[in-house]
């Protein structure tokens, strides 16, 4: 069964440190996707990047950036220079593409980015 | 292109009361889900429908429960009678086909409190 582990339930840095949101996942399938949500004060859910299993190419998007290791079955996120707008409830989801399995999400990292 | 759009927002209701969410997916968009968010479990999936025909409801709590999809442009989760434990943020959400690792966008959430 697929699982998706956020160690961290909160995290609380001062303005301009960077950051690095854990995530550990669990899956027996080769073929699966893995995305990060950001959950804001306002409580919507916001979409912040896809992957599949099969490229474990970095990516980084502005002071955002994505370390994918299917070796320690890690897909870490780090925000660099952080901001106050930052602070949000960060979920790291994983879906299996056998048997059209729907997402299932972590417990959530909060961060507080503290000016 | 319009996001999911949920109503209400926000609903106030007391125990025992018929409670409806409502939902529109995104034009287009094959898959609907309905998550609900609480302190206590996280986002967990409740049901998700293909093509308005239901899939898979074996997230949903239990016969107080149920949703609908008359429709590719409408939804409802309905709560009959309304129980104090059910208050939470319910979320709807859509994608297009699934098992392909496309993305799910989800709606603001329908905050739910029963008193």
């Known amino acids: 069964a697929q699982k998706v582990t956020q160690a961290q339930t909160e995290i609380s840095v001062v303005e301009k440190e960077d950051v690095t949101l854990d995530c550990v996942y669990e899956?027996?399938?080769?073929?699966?996707?893995l995305f990060w949500y950001k959950q804001p004060p306002s409580g919507e859910l916001v979409f912040l990047i896809r992957?599949?299993?099969?490229?474990?190419q970095n990516e980084i998007s502005g002071r955002y950036s994505w370390n994918f290791q299917k070796s320690t079955s890690s897909f870490n996120f780090t925000i660099t220079a952080s901001q106050v707008v930052d602070s949000a409830v960060y979920f790291c989801a994983l879906s299996e593409a056998s048997g059209n399995t729907p997402l299932v999400f972590g417990k959530g990292t909060r961060l507080s980015v503290i000016a | 292109d319009a996001g999911v759009i949920q109503s209400p927002r926000h609903e106030v209701t007391e125990m025992g009361q018929e409670v409806t969410l409502r939902c529109k997916p995104i034009?287009?968009?094959?898959?609907l889900f309905w998550y609900r968010q609480t302190m206590m479990r996280g986002l967990e999936l409740l049901i998700y429908f293909n093509n308005n025909v239901p899939i898979d409801d074996s997230g949903m709590p239990e016969d107080r429960f149920s949703a609908k999809m008359p429709n590719a442009s409408f939804s409802t989760l309905k709560i009959q009678p309304s129980e104090p434990r059910d208050s939470a943020v319910y979320f709807c959400?859509?994608?297009?086909?699934w098992g392909t690792g496309n993305t799910i966008y989800f709606g603001e959430g329908s905050w739910l409190t029963v008193v």
């Open positions: 992957r599949n299993s099969f490229d474990e």
């Open positions: 034009s287009g968009h094959d898959y």
């Open positions: 899956t027996r399938d080769t073929t699966y996707y």
């Open positions: 959400a859509s994608s297009l086909v």
